[in-house]
Nanobody, 119 residues
Framework: QVQLVESGGGLVQAGGSLTLSCAASRSIFSINAMGWYRQAPGKQRELVATITSGGSTNYADSVKGRFTISRDNTKNLVYLQMNSLKSEDTAVYYC?????????????WGQGTQVTVSS
């Protein structure tokens, strides 16, 4: 098991920046992929960005070029740097850990952090 705690959300004006952090309760070195997802009111949760244990990244088309995901395995932290924020980025952002252990898949989620972008 791993517990995830997000931080760094808040209110920002359009065009501004925020950095979200996700702190894991144990080493993330062996976790197959860490990611950020978001859910806006009335919408389904959607992928924002993922990063594998090898450092490969994947982004939703809507955030490419504006958001950057990174991980610090020494501190058990995952970051989401968000630049040029738009009102449509307003959502609750969730940290995710995806792990394969003994052939079984495990998904872990944080409690979420609110990001509100004012236009």
């Amino acid at each position: 098991q791993v517990q995830l705690v997000e931080s760094g959300g808040g209110l920002v004006q359009a065009g501004g920046s925020l950095t979200l952090s996700c702190a894991a309760s144990r080493s993330i070195f062996s976790i197959n992929a860490m990611g950020w997802y978001r859910q806006a009111p009335g919408k389904q949760r959607e992928l924002v960005a993922t990063i594998t244990s090898g450092g490969s990244t994947n982004y939703a088309d809507s955030v490419k070029g504006r958001f950057t995901i990174s991980r610090d395995n020494t501190k058990n932290l995952v970051y989401l740097q968000m630049n040029s924020l738009k009102s449509e980025d307003t959502a609750v952002y969730y940290c995710n850990a995806y792990e394969i252990v003994g052939g079984l898949n495990y998904d872990y989620w944080g409690q979420g952090t609110q990001v509100t972008v004012s236009s």
